[in-house]
Each structure stands twice: as C-alpha cells, then as structure tokens.
C-alpha cells in the first residue's frame, strides 16, 4: 500500500499548563499514522506566526482551540488528502497556500504546525525509519548533516519572568554542561544540580516549587539572588563551575522594557541599553555566563548590535523573540551582526519545511542553532529527534523534571544508546 494521505483527524487536548492545544493524527493509505501535538509559548515574541485561539471566553477562557480543530478537520484534511506523505515540501507549500496570509493568520500556526508535523512521523513510520532518521534526510540542501552528536543541553533550573512566581525579572536561570560531555553524564549533571538547588532553597526556607517549565520558582528578591544559588549549588557538587558546567540566562527582555529603559528588580531606576550592556559584563566576569538570549527587546536592534559587539566573542548572544525562527528576521540579524545563534522553535514559523530552510540559513551563516520546547508542552517528543536531525550545536527542554520536560531527555537517551555515541 502507498504512502499517499488517507485522513487528518484533529482533537483538542490540554498541555502541561492545562491550557488547550492541538493534536493532530494523519493515517495513510499503507496504515501508518503519525500523532503530534504542538507546544504552546506563554512569553511569546511579536514576530511569531499567530496561534488561533477561539476567544470564547465561556471555553477555557477564551483560550479553546477549537477554530484551529476544524480547520485541520475540514479546509486542511480535504485539501491534503490524496497527497504523497514524502513530498513533506510540497504539502508544507500547500498549507501555507491555503493560508494565504506571512503569519498564518487564517488557519493558525497549530492547526498548520499539527499536519506539517504528523504527516512526517507518519512518513518515518511508513519507511520504518526512526523519526530523527526520517527528518535528518529532509534536514539539509543536497546533503543532510551527519549525524555526530546529541545537542548540549540547556537546563532552565530556575524559572523567572512570566514562567515563575512574579518576583524574577529575568526568565530563565540555565545551566549548561560542557560540550563535550556526552548526553547521559550531562544529563546526570543537570539532575544533580538541580537536586541541589532544592537542599539549598529548603535549608534557605525559600518555596521551592516549580514553575512553567520544572524550574524553581524561588521567592528570592534579585536576579543576583539566584544566580548566587545557583552558584553554590554547583559548589555543593563535584562539578567545577567555567569547566565542566557554565550558566546562561534567557532575559527575555521585551518583558521589563518600559518606555524610560529596562525595569528590574536589581536597581530602582530603569537602565539605559548602554547601562545593560555594562550590567551583563559583570554578570558575565562574575557567573561565567556561557550565553545571554534575548538581552533586549525584539525592536531594539542597535542593543543587539551593541551587545553582539561588545560582549560576543565571550558570551553566545542568542536571538529568540527577536527572530522569531523567521528567515526575514534572521537576514537582517545577519547583515547587521545583532546575534551569534538562533533559537529555533517550530511553532513560531508553522511548517516543518519553513524551519529546515531557516535552520540552513543559520549554519550558512555560521550561526549556532538552539532547537527550542515551549513553556506550555504535552509529552510529544518530536523536538528530541528534530534536534538531533538538524544537529544543532544546544537543545533547550527546560528543567530535568516534570513529565512532559524527562519525556524528551528520556527520548535522546534512547537516541544515544541507539547511535551509540
Ligand atoms: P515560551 O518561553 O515558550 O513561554 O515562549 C521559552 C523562551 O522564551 O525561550
Ligand atoms: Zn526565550
């Protein structure tokens, strides 16, 4: 039997914040299916395709995805039908076709990402091929990258911004093992630390619950505050911080920018870009920061430039609201030099198609590439194989707790164990 689209069937499930999302299953003619349910942001960048939500505020207030469901079920299920699950490229055109607007307006990115997505597992599953083996194929122009490496991961250990308890302005506190750990010890790593941040904020009588992505959500008062913890956990364990394990933060910026500068909590007035720029310079000489993502706002390009300048050839400046994964914002970062890697997230552009394209856009460039959950993530862990089919340099799955974060540290460890690297 081929492999030609048999049906795509579209329900409304809930994510790890118990807010509505998509999933989408597509069967073939052979009898294979493919399931995928899509993430879902909640500091989400200006320059995102749009995510159709119902507004019916007598839903979920107002966050049902039920316009998006019927979408899939109806206009995309009848327009797909009968199209060949290989040519991912040509299903991918006629979906963004059919929505006929740059940010996916009409359909929804969720309901357009659901299909891109669950077409290619049904695919994988057809050819008997894992679905990192699947997607690595469509990964390159010409010839797919070699599969070498499982990404460094990114451990968001404390949660700030809007994924914590209100009282941290930056979003995330991360912690990163060296590179050249492989995956099992670096996840090792990332658990123990974690752990040890518990110790610490119990013996401290701080509350250690967690926030949106498994992370501590810590009543502290500063920023600094929580890098000091973090700090001293690492201390509390075998690991010698600037060697074996470096932090990095995601300010997320465009969260605190107010029209007199960026509001934080570390000081009562506002600071200027340039002040900023100095401010991290210290974090940096002082926490060994191995990357900064998203140190300003989306708009605030001649930061960008300045920090990217100032600050690059130590720290990794990583664009995520302000890139959007969009190619158009990727160009212009690469002709003014505003960042030195991308955060990569497949709902921000909508197809798969669209995201390899940017994925190869950023190596050309010599851009590092951070492939990226969401704050709000079901147990799908598609993300896990698409990061090791692009082999981006960094993944970020958030904490190394919480269901729906393990599933997919959980999946790479069957990855590695399976490429035997
Ligand atoms: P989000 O956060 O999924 O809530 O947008 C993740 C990030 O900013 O990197
Ligand atoms: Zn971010």
Excluded at 45 to 51: D, F, I, L, N, Q
Excluded at 72 to 77: K, R, S
Excluded at 132 to 143: E, Q
Excluded at 200 to 225: C, K, M, Q, W
Aim: aromatic share 8%; net charge neutral; hydrophobic share 40%.
């Amino acid at each position: 039997m081929d492999a030609k689209i048999y049906s795509v069937t579209a329900r409304e499930i809930l994510d790890s914040r118990g807010i509505p999302t998509v999933e989408t299953m597509v069967i073939l003619n052979s009898g294979y299916r493919g399931t995928v349910s899509v993430p879902s942001g909640t500091s989400i960048g200006k320059y995102e395709a749009v995510e159709l939500r119902d507004e019916d505020v007598k839903r979920y207030n107002g966050m049902g995805v039920l316009k998006a469901v019927t979408n899939v079920n109806t206009v995309i299920a009848k327009k797909i039908a009968g199209m060949d699950a290989f040519s991912q490229g040509a299903i991918d055109k006629t979906l963004v076709d059919l929505d006929g607007t740059p940010n996916k307006a009409t359909l929804g990115a969720n309901a357009i990402l659901s299909v891109s997505l669950a077409v290619s597992v049904a695919a994988a599953n057809h050819m008997k091929l894992p679905l990192y083996r699947y997607l690595n194929r469509l990964a390159g122009t010409g010839k797919p990258p070699e599969i070498t490496h499982i990404p460094t991961p990114i451990f968001n250990v404390i949660n700030g911004g809007k994924h914590g308890a209100g009282n941290l302005d930056f979003q995330e506190f991360q912690l990163i093992p060296a590179t050249n750990k492989p995956f099992h010890t670096a996840l090792e790593m990332g658990a123990e630390v974690y752990q040890s941040i518990k110790k610490i904020l119990i013996y401290r009588n701080a509350v250690h619950s967690v926030g949106d992505e498994g992370g501590f959500a810590p009543n502290l008062f500063t920023n600094i505050d929580a890098l000091e913890i973090l700090q001293e956990a690492i201390k509390s364990s075998s690991y010698k911080i600037g060697f074996d394990v470096f932090l990095g933060l995601d300010i997320a910026a465009s969260y605190f920018k107010t029209p007199r500068g960026y509001q934080i909590k570390d000081r009562s007035s506002p600071y200027q870009s340039s002040e900023l720029v100095e401010y991290y310079k210290i974090l940096h000489e002082k926490y060994h920061l191995l990357l900064l993502e998203d140190p300003f706002d989306e708009d605030d390009w001649e930061s960008w430039k300045k920090i990217t300048g100032s600050l690059g050839s130590d720290v990794l400046i990583i664009g995520d609201d302000l890139l959007a994964t969009n190619s158009a914002r990727l160009t212009r970062a690469i002709e003014e030099k505003a960042c030195l890697a991308i955060l990569m997230k497949p709902n921000q552009i909508g197809t798969l198609s669209e995201f390899f394209a940017v994925a190869v856009q950023a190596k050309q460039h010599g851009l590092k590439i951070v492939v990226s959950h969401r704050s709000g993530e079901t147990n799908d862990t598609y993300i896990a194989d698409l990061a090791v089919a692009v082999q981006s340099e960094y993944m970020k799955f958030g904490a190394p707790a919480r269901g729906e974060r393990v599933a997919k540290y959980n999946r790479l460890l069957q990855i590695e164990n399976e490429l035997k690297l």
